[in-house]
């Protein structure tokens, strides 16, 4: 069974860091691309950042570029979105998903396209 398992979401104060994590299962970890998303009340989902499978080329969203770093952990079949400098717009339940054919679709607010398998994502709240 594939399992994609978020965590590290929380209440941050504005200008925080927050570390999320997406452990994965039951797939094999070197032969798919990961994308994050994230999903604010009332809006639709939007991409964060687009992963290749072998973990070279990242694409992130205008919005968290500069901000967000994404890292892999070939050993723990993890990946971590770094998020720094914490704003209020980037309140939002983030999701991590994998796709065997998942590709960077530029311009389109997805912004990774082609996933398979989505996790349940974890909420994370920006004070101001």
């Known amino acids: 069974e594939v399992q994609l398992v978020e965590s590290g979401g929380g209440l941050v104060q504005a200008g925080g860091s927050l570390r999320l994590s997406c452990g994965i299962s039951?797939?094999?970890?070197?032969?798919?691309?990961i994308g994050w998303f994230r999903q604010a009340p009332g809006k639709e989902r939007e991409g964060v950042s687009c992963i290749s499978s072998s973990r070279n080329t990242i694409y992130y969203s205008d919005s968290v570029k500069g901000r967000f770093t994404t890292s892999s952990d070939y050993a723990a079949n993890t990946v971590y979105l770094q998020m720094n400098s914490l704003k209020p717009e980037d309140t939002a339940v983030y999701y991590c998903a994998a796709g065997m054919w998942g590709y960077y679709n530029a311009g389109h607010p997805r912004l990774c396209d082609g996933m398979d398998y989505w996790g349940k994502g974890t909420l994370v709240t920006v004070s101001s």
């Open positions: 039951g797939l094999s970890f070197d032969d798919y691309s």
